[in-house]
Structure formats: C-alpha cells, structure tokens
C-alpha cells in the first residue's frame, strides 16, 4: 500500500547551488585540481562521482569524493534555502495523511544536516541513490509518487511503477521532464499541493 510521496532533494526541495559551489572551490583550494564549480552547479543530479570524474584522473576520483564530502558540511550546508513552495508541499503531504520521504543521490548523512538545518522533515530519507537505484527506496518506503527535477528521478519513478512529478526547478526542461516518463510537470513545487489532492482521494491511492 501507497502511503507516502516521495522527494528528491537537490533542486526539488532545496536551492543547494550556492553552498555546492562554495564546497567545490574549496575542493580546489585544497587539492590544486581545477573544478569549476558554475559549470558544476548547473548539472546536479547524478552521483558526485560522475561530475568529479570530468576533473579528476580516474585514480583520484574516490580520495576526491572523500575530500569534498569531508568540506560540505562547512561549506555547502548553511547557504542553501528551501526551494518555492516547498515547506508548504510537505505540509500538504502530512495533512493528506500521507509521509514524506526523501529519495536522494547526495550522501544520506549530508542530507540530514540540510533537512535539519532547514527543518525540513522527512519520515524516511535514503542517499547514495540514482535513477533506477532510486526505485528500491520509493518501493521499500511505500512510495506513491515520485517528486523530482532531474530525468533521472522521472526514471526512477517508472522503475518503481509510481508516477513521476516533475518540477521545472533543476537542470531540466519540461519536455526534458515529459520526454522521461513524468505524468505531470510543474514549474515548482509551490503547485504540488493541488496537484495531490486532485489525484490522491487518500493514502493507498495512486495517481
């Protein structure tokens, strides 16, 4: 049974941008290796790995994830901010009688520190995932819906067998988001709450 909406974090619940450029300049500091981090910024979404490993010789990529993830919490946690709507999405879910759970590529831990900074509460919250390896949490935690800005979440979501919402907030465009698999897109999380209570009469329902 379907009882709970789940979210991604970077782009659809959070404007992480500033706080992730900040880490990643202080990843060149302290390494040497160049990474521009306003390039690096308009891509979030897939695992740190990948975008690290357009800067790092293969060899370094994994003592670079150390690196940059040792520097986050300093650096990237305190300047990112709710994205529009997105305290009141999570109010709606609750009062719908419904839990939220945070689906999320970033490391469970780093997560946390941004939900708690920003009081934002999650039921359940799983990291380390992406695309279809989103699904096995969204199935796992009763998941009815799947709330993302990336492609990939909109993968996710069909892996699961739920539907896809997509918000305009990321990296990718509506028909990038329609393209997917999503089977409503929303310019921002502020229109989720009508959203849901037009195709969800209540827990257990699917949209």
Do not use: N
Not at 10 to 36: N, Q
Not at 40 to 65: K, N, S, Y
Not at 108 to 136: I, N, P
Not at 153 to 159: G, I
Request: charged content about 20%; proline content about 6%; some cysteine.
């Amino acid at each position: 049974m379907s009882d709970a909406v789940g979210f991604d974090l970077d782009m659809t619940l959070i404007d992480s941008r500033p706080g992730i450029r900040a880490a990643y300049r202080a990843l060149t500091a302290k390494t040497g290796v160049f990474v521009d981090a306003d390039l690096a910024v308009t891509r979030l979404g897939p695992p740190l790995r990948t975008e690290l490993a357009h800067w790092f010789p293969a060899d370094q990529v994994e003592e670079a994830v150390t690196t940059y993830r040792a520097l986050y919490p300093d650096y990237a946690i305190t300047p990112a901010v709710p994205l529009p709507g997105a305290v009141e999405a999570l109010a709606a879910v609750r009062e719908m009688g419904l839990r939220v759970v945070v689906v999320t590529s970033k490391l469970g831990r780093l997560a946390a520190l941004h939900l708690e900074h920003l009081g934002l509460v999650a039921d359940e919250l799983a990291g380390d995932l992406f695309a279809e390896g989103k699904a096995t949490a969204l199935i796992e935690h009763g998941a009815g819906w799947y709330v993302g800005d990336h492609v990939a979440d909109m993968v996710a979501a069909r892996t699961a067998g739920v539907p896809g919402i997509g918000v305009a907030t990321g990296p990718c465009s509506p028909g990038e988001l329609e393209q997917a698999g999503a089977s409503y897109v929303l310019k921002d999380l502020t229109g989720l709450p009508a959203l849901l209570r037009e195709i969800a009469v209540g827990p257990g329902a699917r949209g």
